[in-house]
């Protein structure tokens, strides 16, 4: 079973940015999709963004689309999460997880096992 931790959260004022990381412990991590996801208080997880096992291809939510990058590391078993702009109404848990193999997933059904999450708090 794949492990991920995400790290890389914390506080920071509006217009900031962040890099979250994911490591993961899977050896098949080169040939999964992986993805980043956000959940705040009271609300439903909200799937973020998505990459291909090669990197090429990405998808993007429209609520972060050009504030926002995903990338991975297949060297290190990492996945990123540049996050530019950031807004009072990022402020949630973000996690990561495995998508499908071998191709791009564009909804969070695709995705599983959700790791535990960093907190990422931006203040106005």
């Known amino acids: 079973q794949v492990q991920l931790v995400e790290s890389g959260g914390g506080l920071v004022q509006a217009g900031d940015s962040l890099r979250l990381s994911c490591a993961a412990s899977?050896?098949?991590?080169?040939?999964?999709?992986m993805g980043w996801s956000r959940q705040a208080p009271g609300k439903e997880r909200e799937f973020l963004a998505g990459i291909s096992p090669s990197g090429v291809a990405t998808y993007y939510a429209d609520s972060v689309k050009g504030r926002f990058t995903i990338s991975r590391d297949n060297a290190k078993n990492t996945l990123y999460l540049q996050m530019n702009s950031l807004k009072p109404e990022d402020t949630a848990v973000y996690s990561c997880?495995?998508?499908?193999?071998?191709?791009?997933?564009?909804?969070?059904?695709?995705?599983?096992?959700w790791g535990q999450g960093t907190q990422v708090t931006v203040s106005s």
């Open positions: 997880a495995a998508g499908p193999m071998y191709r791009l997933g564009y909804t969070i059904s695709e995705y599983s096992r």
């Open positions: 899977e050896r098949t991590f080169s040939r999964s999709a």
